[in-house]
């Protein structure tokens, strides 16, 4: 017997995650601009920039298929 597979978030939340994570992805994203345009090669840390960087890449990610769900394609 199969069972059905159904989404471990309610349909309905589907447009305020979009909404929430593309949001805390573009702020992150800018955050990360803005570091990188204000501090100097000598006094920069890698592990700053990567850690911003990747943390932004997976809400802008989250927030992309939130909006594809929203959007009615389901991926």
């Given at each position: 017997?199969?069972?059905?597979?159904?989404s471990?978030?309610?349909?309905?939340?589907?447009?305020?995650?979009?909404?929430?994570?593309?949001?805390?992805?573009?702020?992150?994203?800018?955050?990360?601009?803005?570091?990188?345009?204000?501090?100097?090669?000598?006094?920069?840390?890698?592990a700053?920039?990567?850690?911003?960087?990747?943390?932004?890449?997976?809400?802008?990610?989250?927030?992309?298929?939130?909006?594809?769900?929203?959007?009615?394609?389901?991926?």
């Amino acid at each position: 017997m199969q069972t059905a597979v159904s989404s471990p978030v309610p349909v309905a939340w589907y447009p305020a995650l979009a909404v929430l994570t593309v949001a805390v992805g573009l702020m992150l994203t800018a955050s990360f601009f803005i570091y990188e345009a204000t501090s100097s090669t000598r006094s920069g840390s890698l592990a700053k920039e990567i850690t911003t960087a990747a943390v932004a890449s997976v809400f802008l990610g989250f927030g992309s298929l939130f909006v594809l769900l929203a959007s009615g394609v389901y991926v």
